[in-house]
């Protein structure tokens, strides 16, 4: 596997080994952290040598580079077609694109947080590059969604969507932080309803608001 070259969001080609491999790496990383994961790690992981695992990844950056590849397949496939469904209302639409993104960050434990923070916190550049490459397509899908809305905010869609991403995040760190104050599955699902109505519904005063600065502009 050469993660390097893969486009991001883009359908992975791994054998069912690597995907094996992927998936305990990403338990690993879940539960220690990416600054602890190791090749040998791995390998006692999955139940191989560690020079068995070096058939399949040339090392740990390809290992953290697939598991970002991996995770935007898995968010933006499904988003992608989400958007693309226009028998759905646009507040449908984004309704089941935030649902998906939770229920992506609860399934791996908030695994995009800690590899974009740890990245951060690291200076690892590329590893920050390669998230950013998930979630600039992603602001680019719910923008689209925003443009077919229209909403009186005053604020571009391109700008508005990043709003959209603030309570995925929020749940996903609070999994890493606080997992004893985590949400159920259905207090989830009627926090995202609320929140996704609350952005998508202007209030008089902010159309009013909107109005006066179309006037100024």
Not at 31 to 57: D, Q, S
Not at 85 to 107: W, Y
Not at 111 to 121: F, Q
Not at 150 to 157: C, I, M, Q, S
Request: glycine residues 10%; hydrophobic residues 50%.
């Amino acid at each position: 596997m050469n993660a390097n070259s893969h486009p991001v969001g883009a359908p992975v080609s791994l054998t069912p080994r690597q995907a094996e491999i992927l998936d305990r790496t990403a338990e690993l990383v879940a539960e220690a952290g990416l600054a602890n994961l190791t090749m040998k790690r791995v390998a006692e992981r999955v139940g191989f040598t560690e020079p068995a695992i070096y058939r399949h990844f040339t090392g740990k950056r390809e290992l953290v580079l697939g598991l970002v590849d991996r995770l935007g397949e898995r968010l933006l496939g499904t988003l992608r077609g989400i958007a693309a469904d226009a028998a759905r209302p646009p507040r449908e639409r984004l309704l089941g694109m935030v649902r998906h993104h939770v229920q992506v960050l609860r399934a791996t434990r908030g695994l995009p947080i800690l590899l974009l923070a740890e990245g951060l916190a690291s200076g690892d550049e590329e590893l920050v590059a390669r998230m950013g490459g998930v979630m600039r397509p992603y602001l680019g899908l719910l923008a689209g969604l925003l443009a077919e809305l229209e909403l009186p905010v005053g604020l571009a869609p391109e700008r508005q969507a990043s709003l959209f991403i603030g309570l995925p995040a929020a749940l996903g760190m609070q999994l890493r932080a606080f997992p004893d104050l985590a949400l159920d599955d259905a207090e989830v699902d009627a926090l995202v309803g609320y929140y996704v109505r609350a952005l998508t519904t202007a209030l008089p005063e902010e159309a009013a608001m909107a109005g006066t600065l179309e006037d100024l502009s």
